[in-house]
C-alpha cells in the first residue's frame, strides 16, 4: 500500500461568478482565490459549488473561469452546487467547457464519482448536484479511502445543527459527518467560514471568498493540510483583494507564510 504524502488544497465555494449586484467584484475576488494557489504552495484547488450566480450568465463568465483555472499548473476540482445545477441546461454543458483546459476536473455523476490524482496520492469524491431538494442527500454513496490515498470528499449541502428543524434542501446531519469515511469534507452552500466536523471527520465551510473575509478589502480561503503524522490542519488564509497590498493581515496566513519560508 502507498504511504500518504503531505499536500495541501486551497478550499473555496460559493463565488457567484456573473451575479447581477456586485459586478465584477466577484471576478477580482475569485483571482485572488486562484492567486492563493501559488502563494501557499498549494497542490490543488477546491471549488464547492455556486461557482457561478444562475444559469443565464453569459459565456464570457464562463470564459473568465476557465481562463483563471488555466493560470495554474494543478488541478482545480469543481463541484456544481444549487445555483449551477448540473441539468440538461446546466452552464457546465455549455460550449465554453467543451474547451476546458486540462488540469480542469468537474463531477458529474448525481450519484457520486471518484477523481483520482494518483501524483498527489488523493482521491476526491462528490455527487454532482441536478436537483435542490430535500431529498438530495449529497454525502450518500461515499465510498472508504483505499489505496493508501487520502480521501476528500466535496459537498454543496445544509449542515443540521442540533437546534435546527426547518426541513432544508439538501442536508447533511452531524451522525453522517461523524460516519463519514473521508479524511476532509470540503462543503460549500453558506457565505461564512464555519467548522463543522464531528469525530474524526474534519469538516469546514470555507464561505465565500467575499462573504467569509473580514471586510470589503480582504478575500478568505481555507487552507487545509493533509499530513500522515499529524493529520488534517485547517486555516482560514486572508489576502487583500487588491493584488498590490503585500500585506498578510491574518495569523493564519502569517503561519502557513511562516511555514513555507
Not at 495541501?8 to 465584477?24: E, K
Not at 477523481?115 to 442527500?137: K, N, Q, S, V, Y
Request: proline share 7%; with cysteine.
Amino acid at each position: 500500500m502507498t504511504a500518504k504524502r503531505k499536500i495541501r488544497l486551497i478550499h473555496t465555494s460559493d463565488t457567484h461568478l456573473g451575479d447581477d449586484w456586485r459586478g465584477n467584484r466577484t471576478e477580482t475576488a475569485f483571482t485572488r482565490a486562484v492567486d492563493s494557489v501559488r502563494l501557499f504552495d498549494a497542490s490543488a484547488l477546491l471549488v464547492v459549488g455556486d461557482v457561478f450566480d444562475h444559469a443565464r450568465v453569459p459565456d464570457r463568465v464562463l470564459e473568465f473561469y476557465l481562463e483563471q483555472v488555466a493560470r495554474l499548473d494543478t488541478p482545480v476540482i469543481t463541484l456544481p452546487g444549487n445555483h449551477d445545477l448540473y441539468h440538461q441546461d446546466s452552464v457546465y454543458r455549455r460550449e465554453p467547457f467543451r474547451h476546458a483546459p486540462s488540469n480542469f476536473h468537474l463531477f458529474t455523476d448525481p450519484a457520486g464519482e471518484t477523481i483520482t490524482l494518483p501524483e498527489l496520492g488523493l482521491d476526491l469524491w462528490g455527487r454532482a448536484m441536478t436537483e435542490h431538494t430535500p431529498e438530495f442527500r449529497p454525502l450518500d454513496g461515499m465510498p472508504a479511502a483505499s489505496g493508501g490515498n487520502w480521501l476528500v470528499a466535496l459537498a454543496h449541502a445544509h449542515f443540521h445543527f442540533p437546534n435546527d428543524t426547518e426541513n432544508r434542501s439538501s442536508p447533511i446531519w452531524p451522525a453522517e459527518v461523524a460516519e463519514a469515511p473521508c479524511h476532509y469534507l470540503a462543503l460549500g452552500h453558506w457565505e461564512l467560514h464555519v467548522d463543522v466536523s464531528r469525530g474524526q471527520t474534519a469538516a469546514w465551510y470555507s464561505g465565500s471568498p467575499l462573504g467569509s473575509a473580514p471586510d470589503f478589502d480582504h478575500v478568505s480561503v481555507n487552507l487545509v493540510d493533509l499530513d500522515p503524522l499529524v493529520g488534517v490542519a485547517v486555516r482560514q488564509a486572508v489576502l487583500p483583494i487588491d493584488r498590490t497590498d503585500r500585506s498578510v493581515l491574518s495569523e493564519a496566513t502569517a503561519a502557513a507564510v511562516r511555514e513555507e519560508s
